[in-house]
T-cell receptor
């Protein structure tokens, strides 16, 4: 089945640093989503991308839909302690039958040291 | 504000018990999903429903069943709980505008289930 490779698995950074994480797949996707999960909570949608090459920002977060439609990245600028959590990517394909189920990456665990 | 709620945040059950996990969404979404989340394995789809009384198996349906009697409510049932079903259970919903699975899924806060 479809798989997403998300990297890195974990990151330890200092407050104020920029962060970059990405997801790649051998499959083509039509939608890329980025979620953040705080400890003990459900994932919260951060950014949704629908077009190859699309670059979208949400505050200090920027995400891009790769031109090949097989990858996406998420950048966080000037990290702060509340950025701590697990970030997930999710991709969705499209077939003649309609949209496919979401495929999730295994997450990037971010730790921010004050 | 979109909202998905789950009946319990924490649940402790004994092996062999029947367990009900309830999920309610207030967004009038057609699609609802149940996932389990385990360290190192990510989110795995158990079951989903794209309409009232409709259900389809996800990737790991064994040991689970579901019920969708009303559009806003999707229940996950563990007929006879086992220790390997100890996990974080997440419910999600999405609109079907983008097709059968919808696209943007909105998650509930999760139920951490421990089976002793």
């Amino acid at each position: 089945g479809q798989q997403l490779n998300q990297s890195p698995q974990s990151m330890f950074i200092q407050e104020g640093e920029d962060v970059s994480m990405n997801c790649t797949s051998s499959s083509i996707f039509n939608t890329w989503l980025w979620y953040k999960q705080d400890p003990g909570e459900g994932p919260v949608l951060l950014i949704a991308l629908y077009k190859a090459g699309e670059l979208t920002s949400n505050g200090r977060l920027t995400a891009q839909f790769g031109i090949t439609r097989k990858d996406s990245f998420l950048n966080i600028s000037a990290s702060i302690p509340s950025d701590v959590g697990i970030y997930f990517c999710a991709g969705q394909g499209l077939t003649q039958g309609g949209s496919e189920k979401l495929v999730f990456g295994k997450g990037t665990k971010l730790t921010v040291n004050p | 504000d979109v909202k998905v709620t789950q009946s319990s945040r924490y649940l402790v059950k004994r092996t062999g018990e029947k367990v009900f996990l309830e999920c309610v969404q207030d967004m009038d979404h057609e699609n609802m999903f149940w996932y389990r989340q385990d360290p190192g394995l990510g989110l795995r789809l158990i079951y989903f429903s794209y309409d009232v009384k409709m259900k389809e198996k996800g990737d790991i349906p064994e040991g689970y069943s579901v019920s969708r009697e009303k559009k806003e409510r999707f229940s996950l049932i563990l007929e006879s709980a086992s220790t390997n079903q100890t996990s974080m259970y997440l419910c999600a919903s999405s609109s079907r505008l983008a097709g059968k699975f919808g696209d943007e899924q909105f998650f509930g806060p999760g139920t951490r289930l421990t089976v002793l």
